[in-house]
């Protein structure tokens, strides 16, 4: 195995003329490491200042860097290893990654691989941490809030019955939503499971319209079957489908006094999810039962290791 840098090494001057309070005639003391090799004794504490002002522009979409720490958990030749916890909030994860710096203190990789050829392939493996992803414990009593919201404006939205209670956000022009929409119910019959359906208008006014018609569609033949025949519109076909719903809409007639409740509830949930850090669809939500502290995941993962989550 060898070692192949899979990003531009940035030159960071860890001593120099930034470092206001550190005079040219300064001589730091030297220790030696592990290895017996001699190094600054403050190189470290720098190096993690210059990590953490590196990724520091990531606050702006929701990213706190939480610590960052040397480790001898990956060696690589030339560098030593940072491991860097993360807090991404826009997204409800912490995450953690490894960052390099060489031995000199000049330079600054953000990810190596290490690979291999087998024949004509090269493999790539990515050097990162044992559990670098996991989710955020948070408060998930908002959800509750809005599925009661729901239930008291008559807008079906829950497959099947159970103790533990999972929630979907969705919207009816999401693909990757529609391409569950048949399995729903057998999901919630497979995993024991209670599946309250919330949804959230990405898609603007055409999603407004959409979860309108599917309200009527729900209140004739209940949430299941609603989204089943959703999903026979295309069968399969996402494109043919959204044609399908598009048209149906246009169809529609002037806006009655209960189709304007059911949008100023779409309307109200929105805002809400949104302040609550709920932007995409799906999104699956998730709290032991009887508990307000859960999970939330963006993307569509396995009911069955979502519920198993404590």
């Known amino acids: 195995m ?7 090494l940035i030159a960071l001057v860890i001593s120099g003329c930034s470092q206001a309070e550190q005079k040219e005639n300064t001589s730091p003391d030297k220790i030696l490491n592990k290895n017996g090799q ?9 190096a993690e200042k210059v990590i953490k002002a590196l990724l520091n522009p990531l606050s702006t979409r929701g990213i706190k860097v939480k610590s960052v720490k040397a480790t001898q958990e990956v060696k690589v030749p030339g560098f ?6 993360l807090i991404d909030n826009r997204n409800h994860r912490e995450l953690k990654r490894y960052i390099f710096i060489n031995t000199e203190d000049k330079y600054i990789a953000l990810q190596i ?10 493999i790539l ?31 079906p939205h829950v497959v099947g019955k159970g103790e533990k209670k999972v ?8 693909p990757f939503c529609y391409g569950h929409f048949n399995q729903v119910e057998e999901i919630a019959k497979k995993n024991n499971v209670e599946i309250h359906m919330i949804p959230l208008a990405v898609h603007g006014e055409n999603s407004i319209k959409g979860l309108v018609y599917y309200t009527k569609l729900a209140r004739e033949k ?5 989204l089943k025949e959703l999903y026979n519109m295309g069968n399969g076909d996402f494109m043919k489908y959204a044609k399908t719903l598009e048209n149906k809409i246009k169809r529609q007639k002037e806006i009655t006094p209960d189709q304007e409740k059911i949008i100023k509830t779409i309307k109200d949930i929105e805002v809400k999810l949104v302040k609550n850090g709920v932007r ?3 999104t699956l939500i998730y709290a032991p039962p009887g508990e307000n502290r859960g999970t939330i995941h963006v993307g569509f993962m396995p009911i069955d290791k979502l519920i198993k989550e404590k």
């Open 167 to 174: 929630y979907i956000v969705w919207d009816v022009f999401c």
């Open 222 to 226: 209940g949430t299941a079957e609603a």
């Open 280 to 282: 995409a669809t799906p």
């Open 38 to 46: 001699v190094s600054n004794k403050n190189s470290l504490e720098e």
């Open 80 to 85: 030593k290893t940072f491991e860097v916890d």
């Open 113 to 122: 691989f290490k690979y291999s050829i087998k024949g004509k392939s090269v």
């Open 125 to 155: 493996q990515t050097l990162k941490p044992k559990n670098a992803e996991k989710p955020l414990k948070v408060n998930i009593s908002f959800i509750k809030e809005i599925d009661k919201e729901l239930t008291r404006a008559n807008i």
């Open 2 to 8: 060898r070692t192949l840098l899979s990003a531009l």
